[in-house]
């Protein structure tokens, strides 16, 4: 009698400790995208347009926010009309060099100065040049365009002032997702070798990450990354099970 006692034990032990592992492999993830992009300003300025309308919408090379570039914009004009000035003045400054090395009669001062005038030119030329550059960097920094990310939030509105650093949208690539959990220490190398089954279906996924340093906010567990391609609804809650 006893013998079947311990034997029912065993077997009820032996239940415990399957239900126990196969409910310490079971977690549940929200569907994420990959990628998130907080886009910040570079620059200051006031926004002209504030395209709100793309909200909760993929953009499609879309324009999400315009900062005023007027100023910026007569100022490159005049810059590139200096700058255009300064090559013609190099051209005829050059040639008075090459006529005086061609005349004898022209001290050495004289060659020198010449020479001088036509470095001094040279060097405004280099400074202009990247003035020119600098200024179509910064407007095109004030008109931002988004192409295939979804637009979860435009944080600036028409008439807003913006500085840098201030956040401009928050942006998806939803191309990809991913599930974040959270396994224990002692089991994160053994879930590698397993199986990945998500709501109880079989998959051919695999870890795609798993820290190997413990969580800040869960102390005993590592973070597990799993990615899912071309994922078809953000937000909702699957279930991971390994076995």
Not at 52 to 64: D, H, P, Q, R, V
Not at 110 to 115: C, G, H, I, L, Y
């Amino acid at each position: 009698m006893n013998y079947y006692k311990k034997f029912i034990h065993k077997i009820l032990i032996s239940i415990l400790v399957l239900t126990s592992n196969m409910f310490a492999n079971e977690y549940y993830a929200v569907v994420q995208p990959v990628n998130t992009y907080n886009v910040k300003s570079s620059v200051s300025g006031t926004v002209v347009d504030a395209y709100t309308k793309l909200e909760s919408k993929i953009a499609k090379n879309n324009y999400i926010v315009k900062i005023d570039t007027k100023i910026d914009r007569i100022d490159l004009q005049q810059s590139q009309i200096k700058l255009d000035n300064l090559k013609e003045i190099l051209k005829i400054e050059n040639g008075t060099l090459k006529s005086f090395n061609k005349v004898s009669s022209k001290s050495k001062f004289d060659k020198d100065n010449q020479q001088i005038k036509v470095l001094n030119i040279v060097s405004n030329i280099s400074d202009m040049k990247i003035k020119v550059s600098t200024l179509k960097d910064r407007i095109s920094k004030k008109n931002i365009k988004v192409n295939n990310l979804y637009i979860s939030n435009i944080s600036v509105r028409k008439g807003d002032y913006v500085n840098p650093g201030t956040l401009l949208y928050t942006a998806y690539d939803l191309k990809q997702a991913k599930l974040e959990i959270f396994v224990p220490i002692k089991d994160a190398h053994i879930l590698k070798e397993k199986t990945i089954y998500i709501n109880d279906k079989k998959t051919n996924l695999k870890i795609n990450k798993m820290h190997n340093v413990a969580d800040s906010k869960h102390i005993s567990s590592y973070k597990c990354e799993i990615i899912l391609n071309k994922p078809t609804k953000f937000s909702e809650v699957l279930k991971v099970s390994f076995k």
